[in-house]
Every structure is written in structure tokens, then in C-alpha cells.
């Protein structure tokens, strides 16, 4: 007897674990919002992926381009695994390509939508190829290197770069105390020591740009003759720190910068003339993405994070005013999926701020809620930033909900999926067959047959057997009779 209630328990939780299961689509992976690609004549690196990944519960994926239905399986743009994947690949991407693209994935529960992805032509030319220059400098000065980056659209980052004269696939990151790059792309040695005019050593510049995927483009090459001094000592000096009106977006990131040169190296010191640092989104000072210490970078920059920010090293001071526009943010998170019982109030939050205040719009599995049919028991509040439903109804309010908080400077998107329990708590969902939609058995005249309609609904549905003018079939005592499959309900909510 134990054993069979054992058994029993164990297949209820089975039951349940592959319901928990059921529900609409949930996207896993997706490009950004800006996609940048060029044209070149290499057809292997042209080639680019839009991504959309989402969960295994999705039936069909399908693409808007700039809101109109896009056309895949072409020559020029196909799925990237098909029946497997939203992702697409442009084989051959051209100019005409150019555009907003977006990506819903879809089953019977609901459609989940990407971001709108911005799909860009741009372009970044060569450097002018030069001979490695050679520069003499005394041990201990500072020293500024330039580099002139070639003409790209968006404009090209400047990165500086190691390399080895004696074997010219060694390649290296700067990464050091005394030598800083900074956001306009100069390299700056604080104070030059013997071990930077290494005979082997040169120092390159390269422009990266996202057109070029993870590559990059070689530049000029400097190398350094470094004459040894007995000076133990240099003054202390501005080499580059930031402007003194910076203007950043919310949730972005902010990095300020206050290089100086001397001799011994100048320790740099961080503070808020008006305020705190904010010190569980600061970058860790020590560390060589801050330039140790050099650099000041906040994360997911806050409104409160406007103020007058200052560094000091020794005598020297250096203030910068920051100002945030308040482009939408994620006050706290994303609206959260939620599942609730039928006839209760749901609710979805999207609380997002931003200056000036974002406008709120809902959509459900990719349609404007506006765009619907009139329904009372949805009501918006709080300016928009909350969705409430009453009386929720699993064949009306089960799906995907989005929310995008916009205002002029940007906007911020997310997908909520709304499951209504139906009886029981279980998932609430529409009829369908187990078994395929068309049989046909030969038996043997006088013997019995058994035919079997399995469905799967929540709550349980009505199943009635018809005859092909779809007239009720009659029991006939003897001939035929109706059987009914024993179930077992998991009550523990």
C-alpha cells in the first residue's frame, strides 16, 4: 500500500513539474538596440545575425522590419536554424538592409517581442601606413603619445596596444600603473621609466569600431628611446582630466579622468563636493579597468548622481560638474511575470523614471492594448505605470504583456507573461489533441476497438464524440459505450 502511494506521489510531481512547464515563450538571447555592419569584399565577414533565442515552448517565430512583415529564406537573409531559432542571418547584407527589425516569438499562450533592433550601414577606413618613429625621451619626464584615427562612421574608439618587434603576433593590452589611455584616445606615461624603451618594444595605436565586430585596425607605431637620469623627482602636472561639464545619460555609464604626471607617481583621490560617492556602483579604484585610480567610473548612473565631483593629486585639484538627463530607467526592475488564481486582480508595474517623465504604453502578445477590444476590468494607473486587471479570465487575460516607458531621449522595454490558474491551479489553456489529427484503422469484422481521444485542457474540457455531419453519436446497449479515464488531482494549492 505504501508503495503504491509512493508511486502515486511521485508521478503527481511529474504531472506537475511538465505543467509548470506549459506557458508562452520567453526570450533568452537578443542583439542590441543598435546593430552596426559595412560592406566589404570579403563575403565571410560581411555576413551578420540579428539574434532572438527564446525558450523551447515556442511554436513560431516571425520578423517586423520597420512594422511590416519581413520576408525570410531568401538568398540574401536566412534563418540561422530553422524551426530551431528566431536568429537570422544576412548572407549578403547590403545598403537596402538598413532598418528597424523586430522579433516575436509565439505558441497559443502568447507572443514575446525583442527590442527594436537598428540595423546601420557604416564604414571605417585605413590608417596611412608610416614607418615606426622613434622617440628619445628622459627617464622620468611625462610624456604624451597622439594618434589620429581615419574617418569611420560611428566615429572609431582609439585603444593602444603592445607589440613585440621580434615576433609580430605578440600582442599585448597596456595595462599599467604609470600609463593611461584616455577617452580622446592619447596615451599618457605619467612618468617613463627605463623598462618602457625596451629595444623589442613597440607601441602600437588601433581604432576599433563596431562595424568591425571584435576586429580592429593597426595604426601608428612608436617606439621609445628612454636616457637614463639621476632626477628622482618631477613636478607634479595636468596631463588630460575631464571637462568640466559632463553631461550623461541615465543609466548609463559615467567615467571621469584626472591624469597626472610627477615623479614619484601621484596617488589620485575621488570625491562629491555635494554628496557621497556612490559606492556600490563605483568601480573598484585599484583596479586596471579604473585606471588605477585615474578614472572614476559609476555604473547604471542614477538622476542623484548629478553633482560637482573633484580629484586631488598632491596640490593639484581638478573639479567636474555632472549632469544627468534622465533618458527612461529602471527605477527598480522590469514588470515580473505573475501567475494568479482566476477571478482575482492582477497587477504589472512598470516603473520606470526618467526626466521628463517617460509616457507609458502596454501592449499584450505585440498589440497596443488601445487597439483592443474595450474591456472595463482593465484599468491603468498611476499614470500608466501601472496595468491592474480584475475578475482576471484565463481565456482572455493568460499572455505576453509588454511595457515601454519612452520619452525623448530613449525609452525602455520589457516582456511580463500573465498566467491565469485555471482549476485546481493549474495553467489555464485552450483544448488540444495528444494524438494526431487523423486515423484510419483496419480490424477485424466482430472485434472490439477502442478509440481513444486524448486532449489536454486546463480547466478539464468536454469532450463529445460526432459522426461526420457532426450529429451525436448514440449509445447503443452492446454496440458501443463510453469509457471514462481515471485521473488524479493534485489539490496541495
Known amino acids: 500500500m505504501r508503495l503504491v502511494t509512493v508511486l502515486s506521489l511521485l508521478i503527481t510531481q511529474i504531472l506537475a513539474a511538465q505543467k509548470s512547464s506549459i506557458g508562452p515563450p520567453k526570450l533568452l538571447e537578443q542583439s542590441e538596440e543598435e546593430v552596426w555592419y559595412h560592406l566589404d569584399d570579403d563575403d565571410i565577414k560581411n555576413r551578420l545575425t540579428l539574434r532572438c533565442e527564446a525558450d523551447e515552448n515556442t511554436d513560431r517565430y516571425y520578423w517586423l522590419k520597420n512594422g511590416e512583415p ?9 534563418w540561422e536554424k530553422e524551426g530551431q531559432s528566431g536568429s537570422i542571418v544576412f548572407v549578403k547584407p547590403h545598403i537596402s538592409h538598413q532598418g528597424y527589425y523586430q522579433c516575436f516569438a509565439s505558441n497559443i499562450f502568447g507572443t514575446a517581442l525583442s527590442n527594436k533592433m537598428n540595423l546601420r550601414l557604416g564604414s571605417l577606413e585605413h590608417f596611412p601606413k608610416r614607418d615606426i618613429q622613434v622617440l628619445r625621451v628622459k627617464e622620468g619626464e611625462s610624456l604624451t603619445l597622439n594618434c589620429t584615427p581615419p574617418r569611420g562612421t560611428p566615429s572609431p574608439k582609439i585603444i593602444w596596444l603592445y607589440r613585440s618587434l621580434d615576433d609580430s603576433s605578440v600582442i599585448e593590452t597596456i595595462r599599467s600603473r604609470h600609463i593611461t589611455v584616455d577617452t580622446d584616445g ?27 565586430r571584435g576586429e580592429y585596425r593597426s595604426g601608428d607605431r612608436i617606439q621609445l628611446d628612454i636616457e637614463p637620469t639621476q632626477e628622482k623627482s618631477h613636478p607634479v602636472r595636468k596631463l588630460s582630466v575631464s571637462p568640466s561639464e559632463v553631461t550623461i545619460r541615465a543609466g548609463g555609464q559615467l567615467k571621469l579622468q584626472c591624469i597626472f604626471g610627477g615623479r614619484p607617481l601621484p596617488t589620485i583621490f575621488w ?35 548629478a553633482g560637482v ?7 593639484l585639484v581638478h573639479t567636474v560638474n555632472v549632469r544627468v538627463m534622465a533618458a527612461p530607467f529602471w527605477e527598480f526592475d522590469p514588470p515580473h ?34 487597439e483592443l477590444a474595450e ?16 475578475s482576471l ?23 511580463a507573461f500573465v498566467h491565469v490558474r485555471g482549476l485546481f491551479g493549474s495553467i489555464s489553456h485552450a483544448p488540444f489533441f495528444r494524438m ?47 469509457m471514462y479515464r481515471r485521473k488524479t488531482i493534485d489539490n496541495t494549492e
Not at 555635494?274 to 578614472?295: C, I, V
Not at 516607458?405 to 522595454?413: D, E, K, Q, R, W
Open 436 to 482: 494526431p489529427a487523423a486515423r484510419h484503422w483496419k480490424v477485424v469484422l466482430h472485434s472490439t476497438v477502442i478509440l481513444d481521444c486524448d486532449v489536454d485542457a486546463a480547466p478539464e474540457a468536454v469532450v463529445r464524440w460526432v459522426d461526420a455531419d457532426d450529429r451525436p453519436l448514440q449509445v447503443v446497449e452492446g454496440k458501443n459505450k463510453k
Open 186 to 212: 592619447r596615451l599618457h606615461f605619467s612618468s617613463v621609466e627605463l623598462s618602457d624603451g625596451k629595444a623589442t618594444l613597440v607601441y602600437e595605436c588601433a581604432a576599433t569600431s563596431p562595424v568591425l
Open 337 to 370: 511575470d505573475i501567475s494568479l488564481p482566476e477571478e482575482s486582480t492582477g497587477e504589472l508595474e512598470c516603473l520606470a523614471g526618467g526626466q521628463p517623465t517617460p509616457i507609458i504604453t502596454w501592449s499584450m502578445n505585440g498589440k497596443f492594448l488601445h
Open 271 to 305: 570625491s562629491k563636493v555635494d554628496g557621497e560617492l556612490p559606492k556600490s556602483r563605483l568601480k573598484d579604484l585599484t583596479s586596471h579597468e579604473s585606471d588605477f585610480g585615474r578614472s572614476l567610473i559609476v555604473e547604471n548612473v542614477h538622476p542623484d548622481d
Open 70 to 78: 519581413f520576408e525570410i529564406d531568401s538568398d540574401d537573409v536566412l
Open 309 to 315: 565631483y573633484e580629484c586631488r593629486g598632491r596640490h
Open 375 to 390: 474591456d472595463s476590468r482593465r484599468v491603468l494607473l498611476d499614470h500608466g505605470r501601472i496595468l491592474r486587471v480584475r
Open 393 to 415: 479570465n484565463h481565456d482572455l487575460d493568460t499572455g505576453v504583456y509588454q511595457c515601454n516607458a519612452s520619452n525623448p531621449l530613449g525609452y525602455v522595454f520589457a516582456n
